[in-house]
């Protein structure tokens, strides 16, 4: 299973493993990270598998819907050297946060408002995001689509002790630096 997430604003998206899938609501933050990138999404789940899917026939694929938040880390903030040859090592840290993607309930996509989220989030729409990631990727029962809903909000670990992300109430993550 993977997670693909359109940022907010782009029509271009980036993979996530599922080994970043939380069951917890709790982040504890690593040693050496000095900040995060905190960033709130809606998602749908795919249900049935296909290849090229046009956005016709996209809702056949997908079946349940929900709210997330990825957490990032960033070398903002970063209690690491600043040397050029920990570059590769910074970034290996940032990008292998296990445990950083945080999901809500699922409901049904016929029971989920997407239209709220659309039109006070001004993004785009879960059947173009489908036929868009299934042009390149062969989507597999199990995979999530993510919208990002807005901008990156950012956490130093220094100013801020402990923090809670939440998503409309629905989602409450702790995150414990």
Aim: aromatic residues 14%; glycine residues 6%.
């Amino acid at each position: 299973m993977d997670i693909f997430t359109f940022p907010f604003g782009l029509r271009e998206f980036y993979a996530r493993p599922d080994t970043s899938i939380s069951e917890d609501t709790n982040f504890y933050a690593p040693d050496g990270i000095g900040g995060f990138l905190i960033i709130p999404f809606i998602y749908l789940k795919i249900s049935r598998a296909g290849k090229a899917i046009v956005k016709q026939f996209a809702p056949r694929h997908y079946s349940n819907c929900g709210h997330g938040i990825h957490i990032c880390g960033t070398d903002e903030y970063s209690a690491l050297p600043n040397k050029e040859e920990d570059f590769s090592y910074k970034k290996a840290l940032y990008d292998s946060l296990d445990n950083s993607t945080f999901l809500s309930q699922t409901v049904k996509a016929e029971d989920f408002d997407f239209k709220k989220y659309a039109t006070e989030f001004n993004i785009g729409n879960f059947n173009d995001s489908v036929e868009i990631v299934s042009k390149y990727m062969s989507l597999r029962s199990g995979d999530i689509i993510a919208l990002e809903l807005a901008p990156i909000a950012k956490i130093n670990v220094k100013t801020h002790k402990n923090g809670e992300a939440a998503i409309y109430g629905d989602l409450k993550i702790s995150v414990i630096c």
